[in-house]
């Protein structure tokens, strides 16, 4: 059974910092894309960040590229991703996500979903 367990969220003033992880059990990140995504109250659930299982290149949506970085620890099968000069327009629920594509920015192109955890920026 695959599951994706994310923490790391709280509450955050504008510019502070924070650190999300995403523990995985069932499957090995090694063989999937790992992404992070968000939902803000009323709004769709958006693309944040992804590393590529071919090469660990990572790609970012234009949003927090420069002060969100995510990255992986193959042999602790977990993914994280650092979050600085977090902004209140940043508040969403974080989810972390795999995939077998090497690029993806939609949603519907992710197998594994965590529960999410919530980040609250209060400027």
């Known amino acids: 059974q695959v599951q994706l367990v994310e923490s790391g969220g709280g509450l955050a003033q504008a510019g502070d910092s924070l650190r999300l992880s995403c523990a995985a059990s069932?499957?090995?990140?090694?063989?999937?894309?790992m992404a992070w995504f968000r939902q803000a109250p009323g709004k769709e659930r958006e693309f944040v960040a992804a590393?590529?299982?071919?090469?660990?290149?990572?790609y970012y949506a234009d949003s927090v590229k420069g002060r969100f970085t995510i990255s992986r620890d193959n042999a602790k099968n977990t993914v994280y991703l650092q979050m600085s000069s977090l902004k209140p327009e940043d508040t969403a629920l974080y989810y972390c996500?795999?995939?077998?594509?090497?690029?993806?920015?939609?949603?519907?192109?992710?197998?594994?979903w965590g529960q999410g955890t919530q980040v609250t920026v209060s400027s």
């Open positions: 996500a795999t995939s077998r594509l090497l690029s993806l920015r939609s949603a519907g192109q992710c197998d594994y």
């Open positions: 069932g499957l090995t990140i090694r063989s999937y894309t």
């Open positions: 590393s590529r299982w071919s090469d660990g290149i990572a």
